[in-house]
């Protein structure tokens, strides 16, 4: 049987869900629960508004992508606490465990301890040879 759970916090409109006895899962949730109006971002990548790479590492790239998916969310009345699922696809797996700590880092500066459903996929290549993450985000605003 699947319960709610407290919000992630005060200005989160959504809720996680998290089955009882289930191991409560680090950086991520297992499914969240929301109503509203639907803002859904397409893939992102770590370049810049001017489609310039500046960062070519993973957790800087993925700092860019994150500024990128905020910068749509704003346009849609959105914000970081309104996301409740992301899809992550990263070239190399073994380069994302090695730097989950600076992606930590980078995540929490600009999504900040909100923690949507999420996936991370290991993909062969993306569009941009230069794009080393590519995520896509949904997020739900209350009505």
């Known amino acids: 049987m699947t319960k709610t759970v407290e919000q992630i916090s005060v200005s989160t409109p959504n809720r996680v869900l998290q089955p009882e006895g289930w191991a409560r899962p680090i ?4 499914g969240m629960e929301a109503r509203g109006r639907t803002v859904f971002v397409g893939g992102q990548i770590g370049w ?3 489609c310039k790479f ?4 993973l957790p800087g790239q993925v700092r ?5 998916i905020l910068a749509i969310l704003r346009e849609g009345g959105a914000g970081p606490e309104h996301v409740t699922t992301m899809t992550w696809y990263v070239l190399d797996r073994k380069q994302y465990s090695a730097a989950l700590k600076e ?3 980078a995540y929490k500066a ?3 301890r ?3 459903a999420m ?5 062969s290549g993306l569009i941009e040879d230069e794009a080393l993450v590519e995520i896509q985000a949904t997020a739900v605003v209350p009505d």
């Open 103 to 105: 992606i930590g880092a």
């Open 114 to 116: 909100h923690f949507p």
């Open 48 to 50: 810049n508004a001017q």
């Open 64 to 68: 860019q992508t994150l500024e990128n």
């Open 54 to 57: 500046e960062a070519k590492d």
């Open 27 to 30: 950086g991520y949730s297992n």
């Open 110 to 112: 600009t999504m900040g």
């Open 119 to 123: 996936a991370v996929v290991q993909v």
